[in-house]
């Protein structure tokens, strides 16, 4: 879970360079990072749920 995560961090730090350095681009990239971090953590808190016992919790 956590190799899936760490590709996260620097697309959110591109996101938030490309609002600085590179305007024409930086809505694009806001909207695909609010998609992919949406998309692992969804998979990240089901697999977690799976991991430590719960049951009954499906998304």
């Known amino acids: 879970m ?7 961090y620097s697309l959110i730090w591109y996101s938030a360079h490309s609002m600085d350095q590179i305007p024409e681009e930086s809505n694009l990239m806001a909207s695909h990072s609010k998609a992919h ?11 977690s749920t799976e991991v430590h016992g719960g049951r009954g919790f499906y998304r």
């Open 2 to 8: 956590a190799a899936d995560l760490e590709p996260c």
């Open 37 to 47: 971090v949406s998309d692992v953590a969804s998979y990240i808190a089901k697999t």
